[in-house]
């Protein structure tokens, strides 16, 4: 069997777009579904290594993450959930990949050990086509799905040797592989003077880090501290408190490598939100909404002697749950921001976090004379 110079990496969802929308006939300048080739999983993303990089996952960015809460990655942490459904953060960009000797020693390896190597995140190449568009200075095709309209890349010659710069590559948000818009970034592995970012639209910006750094933001996986704790009485106020520095500022720091392009997205806890898990109870406020005080902490502990009173933030349940316990939910919204190279600054979307914890309500049973 003949090993096709061009194949597609055509992801379901990918592919069924294309034939609804009638462009999966352009594929043949490319090769066709029939022809397409997955490459062999490589997780490695680093440019330095040599063959191997040009099968690297191109869902695996080369942007370096450091935590400058000091988070060492340690005890239980989770995943924010943006609040907001809409908000669609890139879902690719181009990065640098390779110097010119690391190209080249790549290709050469590509060429000893066979196989196809990523010329973008869905075009995969024989070596015969990188030696013609990278070393012999052939055109070759920019394809891109989600475009009416081809364009030409123009051939290098030695792989640029000697000069001042690097081959940069598509890049596709983690988990976000069938997603059609991954295809937006569809020109072949380009050139890149040193300093410079391309002018295109998805290259990188400070925002686009920022993005990929809230992928990255955990949050502490605390529990609310309750007055009484799971097990309550109808009518009874039952307290509910975070103390101070339970919760704090969570940043993560993205950098992109031979770009001067980095962003701090910081997420700062502003409001714990209480949903009793059912109707037959009151909130305190009443919108079910306690906002942080001034040193940190959400709500008032609960202390002897408080039990008649109502607490700024608690909930007061109104029947017995029957053997059946409430799902009390306490979800904490994170207020995200973010700064970057040369000022840059900006806010994201509120994230948050959701526990639930079991409460059972009695009925405190009396006999009357």
């Given at each position: 069997m003949t090993m096709p110079r061009h194949a597609l990496y055509w992801s379901s969802a990918a592919l069924s777009a294309a034939l609804i929308a009638g462009l999966a006939p352009a594929a043949h300048a490319n090769g066709t579904?029939?022809?397409?080739?997955?490459?062999?999983?490589?997780?490695?993303?680093?440019?330095?290594?040599?063959?191997?990089?040009?099968?690297?996952?191109?869902?695996?960015?080369?942007?370096q993450l450091t935590y400058p809460d000091g988070r060492t990655g340690s005890g239980s942490m989770e995943d924010l959930t943006s609040v907001d459904p809409n908000w669609e953060p890139p879902v690719c960009w181009y990065e640098p990949a390779f110097t010119p000797e690391q190209l080249k020693s790549a290709v050469a390896d590509l060429k000893k050990n066979g196989g196809l190597g990523a010329v973008n995140a869905h075009e995969f190449w024989t070596s015969g086509i990188f030696v013609d568009h990278y070393e012999e200075g052939e055109e070759q095709d920019n394809f891109d799905i989600n475009s009416s309209k081809n364009t030409m890349a123009k051939g290098y010659k030695d792989y640029n040797v000697g000069k001042d710069g690097?081959?940069?590559?598509?890049?596709?948000?983690?988990g976000h592989e069938?997603?059609?818009?991954?295809?937006?970034?569809?020109?072949?592995?380009?050139?890149?003077?040193?300093?410079?970012?391309?002018?295109?639209?998805?290259?990188?910006t400070p925002?686009?880090?920022?993005?990929?750094?809230?992928?990255?933001?955990?949050v502490p996986k605390t529990e609310v501290e309750l007055k009484?704790?799971?097990?309550?009485?109808?009518?009874?106020?039952?307290?509910?408190?975070?103390?101070?520095?339970?919760?704090?500022?969570?940043?993560?720091?993205?950098?992109?490598?031979h770009t001067g392009l980095w962003a701090e997205t910081t997420a700062k806890p502003v409001a714990l939100h209480l949903e009793p898990g059912t109707a037959d109870a009151e909130t305190f406020p009443a919108s079910g909404d306690c906002e942080i005080n001034a040193d940190g902490s959400i709500g008032t502990p609960y202390t002897k002697g408080k039990?008649?009173?109502?607490?700024?933030?608690?909930?007061?349940?109104l029947r017995a749950s029957g053997g059946n316990p409430y799902q009390l939910k306490a979800s904490i919204t994170w207020e995200i921001s973010w700064e970057g190279t040369g000022g840059a600054q900006g806010d994201l979307p509120d994230g948050t976090f959701e526990t639930t914890q079991d409460m059972e309500v009695q009925e405190i049973q009396s006999i009357n004379r």
């Amino acid at each position: 069997m003949t090993m096709p110079r061009h194949a597609l990496y055509w992801s379901s969802a990918a592919l069924s777009a294309a034939l609804i929308a009638g462009l999966a006939p352009a594929a043949h300048a490319n090769g066709t579904p029939g022809n397409t080739t997955t490459p062999p999983a490589d997780e490695s993303s680093e440019g330095n290594r040599q063959g191997s990089t040009l099968l690297a996952s191109v869902s695996q960015s080369r942007i370096q993450l450091t935590y400058p809460d000091g988070r060492t990655g340690s005890g239980s942490m989770e995943d924010l959930t943006s609040v907001d459904p809409n908000w669609e953060p890139p879902v690719c960009w181009y990065e640098p990949a390779f110097t010119p000797e690391q190209l080249k020693s790549a290709v050469a390896d590509l060429k000893k050990n066979g196989g196809l190597g990523a010329v973008n995140a869905h075009e995969f190449w024989t070596s015969g086509i990188f030696v013609d568009h990278y070393e012999e200075g052939e055109e070759q095709d920019n394809f891109d799905i989600n475009s009416s309209k081809n364009t030409m890349a123009k051939g290098y010659k030695d792989y640029n040797v000697g000069k001042d710069g690097m081959f940069w590559r598509s890049v596709v948000r983690k988990g976000h592989e069938d997603d059609t818009k991954a295809w937006d970034c569809g020109r072949v592995m380009f050139w890149q003077d040193a300093g410079t970012i391309p002018d295109d639209e998805h290259a990188p910006t400070p925002e686009t880090l920022a993005a990929y750094a809230y992928d990255q933001i955990d949050v502490p996986k605390t529990e609310v501290e309750l007055k009484p704790q799971t097990k309550s009485t109808v009518n009874l106020p039952t307290w509910v408190w975070l103390d101070k520095g339970t919760f704090k500022e969570v940043k993560v720091r993205a950098e992109l490598p031979h770009t001067g392009l980095w962003a701090e997205t910081t997420a700062k806890p502003v409001a714990l939100h209480l949903e009793p898990g059912t109707a037959d109870a009151e909130t305190f406020p009443a919108s079910g909404d306690c906002e942080i005080n001034a040193d940190g902490s959400i709500g008032t502990p609960y202390t002897k002697g408080k039990a008649d009173q109502t607490p700024p933030c608690g909930i007061r349940y109104l029947r017995a749950s029957g053997g059946n316990p409430y799902q009390l939910k306490a979800s904490i919204t994170w207020e995200i921001s973010w700064e970057g190279t040369g000022g840059a600054q900006g806010d994201l979307p509120d994230g948050t976090f959701e526990t639930t914890q079991d409460m059972e309500v009695q009925e405190i049973q009396s006999i009357n004379r």
